[in-house]
């Protein structure tokens, strides 16, 4: 790693009064996927305000990238997702873009050949007139250039992303999810890969972020879990098992069930406690 | 040397090279077939934005050159056949009356606009029409393609109004101009490499906008474009309309050079030859499709001429060793820079994109 997260420069790219936020909430109601008979995501209700940081947990196949999929308009689904009081279910991804919810994928799926700071460029240039977009960019945008700080790629700003190093990669993502301004934050393991200290920045970066939005976390690594959420949903087999603050969930008899495929070994809470999910 | 200064000084050569070089050196003859290489390497043009930047590959481009150059084909024969004249071959074909649909093209005026404007907006709404329901790659390979081999059926199929297999030809005159004077041959000449110049800046000015860097996140990760906020389908049907729009223009000018214009030429084969010479100079380069089609072209003629039955061979193993070993094309060979990293933050914000698949637009 070259440069640090800066956790202090986000406040130049979250610039707008946390006011603006403060009745964002992402709800979602009865939402139900099916894929070929198969029941991916069974009627899940979940409402995740701004100021929150949420972690989904829960084992594989439980369904979590399914919902985030589900939300984002990439997995066709039955029920109600509202952010905002807009409909987002049925519209077509970009536009559920547009209203505001931002999404990484569980692989960093940034634009390989195009440099760090040409990606930011596009994340936040989704609204930009034809007129503009024919034209070469002449300056950095004020918030490209503050995303680039709170990412700490600044020195790699014109370098291909491709590149950069995995943890470099899931940064470049949360700096393009800030840029294209979204209230609504899914992320899909943003923390695989990286290192103790990578996770540790990764963390508070969240928190701050989660302060003043909508933040969804899709996560396998407990410790950083236990860390960072401020509450917890835990998914199993489509449905949503249990939810509350960290505590409330960890000690849940049905959750340390899951997690441990059968009680009668008795140890779950331990083996949550150590980070071991699989 | 700056990248900037670098184009320039290669535009200027090519810019010499075409106006000056080339009618020294060439027979009226020679020029004229390289006048015909020129609207083919419009087409490359085209097909290097929508292919090496876009990732769309247009096997049907054929489609698009010859609706241009059946609409210039159309007004050559009404203007020959004079104000309420019926062209030649409706006279021999038909009953002689001209089509409705013909009546427009008496005007040049209209003419121009119809070249410019009717096949970009046919591969605007087709092109939106596919990429919405996420149809890519092969398929949509195979779909332009086929729309090419229907295109040629269609005309031959209707005689009467379109010549057939013959295609229109025997043309007199271009605009007012008596294509019989080989000055006016050499004026056609002049045209075809200044709309090519013209054509070659623009494409450079589009790859370093931020619609180009666009187009390439597009053709990288189309999903993660979308999840930003924007709609690919619209991205990648307006670089389809732009390679429509040169290969309409490049048929266009086909026509008075080459004075035919038949199904031969807007087929699946011609189609696939088009690709072949962008692939081989290098798709995703400025100036590769650009050489690599006038030089398939050029060997394409010279081969021919001494071999004829060996040179669909020649160019068949020429491509398969390309895409096998330089998938990038030639231009990887020549051109090759990678930007050093340590150079990374001094230079101007990066308005290019210097990477090896791309830095052969450089010259």
């Given at each position: 790693m070259t440069e640090d997260i800066h956790v202090e420069a986000l406040e130049n790219v979250l610039t707008e009064p946390a006011a603006a936020f403060k009745h964002d909430y992402l709800e979602i109601r009865d939402l139900k996927v099916v894929f070929d008979g198969f029941v991916a995501v069974d009627g899940v209700d979940l409402t995740v305000t701004s100021g929150d940081l949420r972690f989904l947990i829960g084992p594989n196949g439980a369904g979590k990238t399914t919902l985030v999929d589900a939300v984002t308009g990439l997995a066709p689904a039955a029920g109600s997702v509202r952010f905002g009081g807009v409909e987002?279910?049925?519209?077509s991804s970009h536009r559920i873009a547009r209203s505001g919810v931002g999404r990484t994928f569980q692989?960093?799926?940034?634009?390989?050949?195009?440099?760090v700071l040409q990606n930011l460029d596009i994340a936040a240039g989704a609204g930009r007139k034809l007129r503009t977009l024919l034209r070469r960019r002449t300056s950095v945008p004020t918030e490209v250039e503050a995303a680039l700080e709170t990412i700490g790629l600044g020195k790699v700003a014109h370098l291909p992303a491709g590149v950069l190093a995995h943890g470099q990669k899931q940064w470049l993502e949360i700096g393009m999810l800030l840029v294209q301004n979204a209230h609504v934050l899914l992320l899909d393991e943003p923390v695989a890969g990286m290192s103790q200290a990578e996770r540790e920045q990764t963390g508070l970066l969240l928190q701050r972020i989660g302060q003043q939005r909508t933040v969804v976390v899709v996560e396998h690594d407990m410790e950083f879990m236990r860390t960072y959420a401020s509450s917890v949903t835990v998914m199993h087999q489509g449905k949503v098992l249990a939810e509350g603050s960290v505590s409330e969930v960890t000690e849940d008899e049905r959750v340390i069930e899951v997690y441990l495929g059968s009680r009668s070994h008795g140890r779950g809470t331990a083996v949550i406690e150590n980070g071991e999910t699989k | 040397m700056n990248p900037a200064l670098k184009t320039w000084a290669g535009f200027g050569g090519a810019a010499v090279l075409l106006f000056a070089v080339a009618p020294a050196a060439l027979s009226d003859f020679r020029l004229n077939l390289l006048a015909k290489f020129l609207c083919l390497a419009m087409v490359a043009v085209g097909i290097g934005f929508a292919w090496g930047r876009g990732g769309m590959l247009v096997l049907g481009q054929g489609v698009f050159f010859g609706l241009g150059g059946y609409l210039m084909a159309m007004h050559m024969k009404l203007a020959d056949a004079g104000p309420g004249g019926v062209p030649d071959f409706m006279l021999l074909y038909g009953n002689g009356v001209l089509p409705g649909w013909w009546e427009p093209m008496r005007s040049p005026v209209v003419t121009v606009l119809a070249i410019l404007v009717l096949p970009a907006a046919l591969a605007l709404v087709l092109g939106y029409a596919v990429f919405r329901r996420r149809v890519r790659g092969a398929y949509f390979a195979i779909l332009s393609q086929a729309l090419a081999a229907a295109f040629a059926l269609l005309l031959i199929g209707q005689q009467t109004v379109t010549?057939?297999?013959?295609?229109?030809n025997g043309f007199r005159s271009f605009f007012g101009y008596d294509l019989a004077d080989p000055l006016n041959k050499q004026t056609l000449y002049y045209i075809c490499a200044g709309v090519l110049l013209a054509m070659v800046a623009g494409v450079r000015l589009l790859m370093n906008s931020r619609y180009g860097e666009l187009l390439v996140a597009v053709r990288d990760q189309e999903n993660r474009v979308r999840f930003l906020g924007y709609d690919p389908a619209l991205i990648k049907a307006g670089a389809y309309a732009l390679a429509a729009c040169f290969a309409a223009v490049g048929g266009a000018l086909f026509t008075p050079v080459a004075g035919i214009i038949s199904p031969a030429d807007v087929g699946v084969v011609p189609s696939i030859s088009l690709l072949i010479g962008v692939a081989i100079g290098?798709?995703?380069?400025?100036l590769g499709p650009v050489i690599g089609s006038i030089a398939v072209s050029w060997a394409e003629t010279g081969l021919s001429e001494r071999f004829p039955s060996i040179w669909t061979y020649f160019l068949g193993g020429l491509f398969i060793v390309v895409v096998a070993f330089l998938p990038n094309g030639l231009a990887s060979l020549t051109f090759r820079r990678r930007p050093s990293p340590a150079t990374g933050k001094q230079t101007q914000p990066a308005t290019s994109v210097d990477l090896p698949a791309t830095s052969g637009g450089h010259p």
């Open positions: 987002l279910l049925g519209r692989t960093a799926s940034v634009f390989e050949e195009l440099t | 010549g057939g297999t013959n295609g229109l290098g798709r995703a380069t400025l």
